[in-house]
């Protein structure tokens, strides 16, 4: 069992049968009353986030998960596929609870993916990946003081915001969990 206050950014609990990640903890104190612990947490099934609110004396049960690397092999309309270097068996995972982190899913990459019970539950990417930019509108010389960004298309099909110096071919750095634009890759 986990108490509430123990529910810090990553812990993973079951509620309702349920299993949730802790994406934000907020503990809050009330004068004299007692304290509430007040989190946003994702639904490791269907992706969904949930903000929930417990007393701080309460406890939650923990959920055993365990961390596997898998390579990413490809994917279809409803699944991707992830193989174990080591077994070489394959598992298949629900587009609907990677997210948004399916886009940044690359060929032959290696990826943590957190399981509960031999079902697989979510992936870590790297916070940001490199991507070669396929498509955008030209820079006009002596653009690249301001402050202004541009529309690119990315070697993934995402679509991002980018400074007006970015030209096709270039290769930069997006961070995964937002989609935004980094830097220039060295």
């Known amino acids: 069992m986990i108490s509430a206050t123990g529910l810090k950014n990553g812990v993973t609990f079951i509620q309702f049968g349920k299993p949730y990640i802790v994406i934000k903890y907020a503990l809050i104190k009330m004068g004299r009353g007692g304290a509430v612990v007040k989190i946003t947490a994702r639904n490791l099934e269907t992706g969904s986030t949930e903000e929930k609110s417990f ?4 406890a939650v049960e923990d959920v055993n998960t365990v961390k596997r690397k898998l390579q990413f092999l490809f994917k279809d309309k409803i699944n991707a596929t992830f193989m174990d270097p080591k077994t070489f068996e394959q598992t298949e995972i629900p587009l609907k609870i990677l997210g948004d982190s399916a886009v940044f899913l ?9 399981f509960w019970d031999e079902r697989a ?15 955008t509108d030209p820079g006009v ?16 099909g995402f679509k991002t915001k980018v400074p007006l110096f970015i030209k096709v ?3 930069i750095r997006v961070d995964t969990r937002t989609g935004d634009y980094l830097e220039r890759a060295k």
């Open 141 to 156: 010389k002596g653009n690249s003081a301001s402050n202004f960004l541009k529309t690119a298309v990315l070697e993934n």
């Open 169 to 171: 071919g270039e290769k």
């Open 55 to 58: 007393s701080s004396n309460i």
């Open 106 to 114: 690359t060929e032959g990459e290696t990826v943590d993916v957190l």
């Open 121 to 135: 539950l979510s992936v870590e990417l790297a916070p940001s990946i490199t991507l070669a930019v396929t498509e």
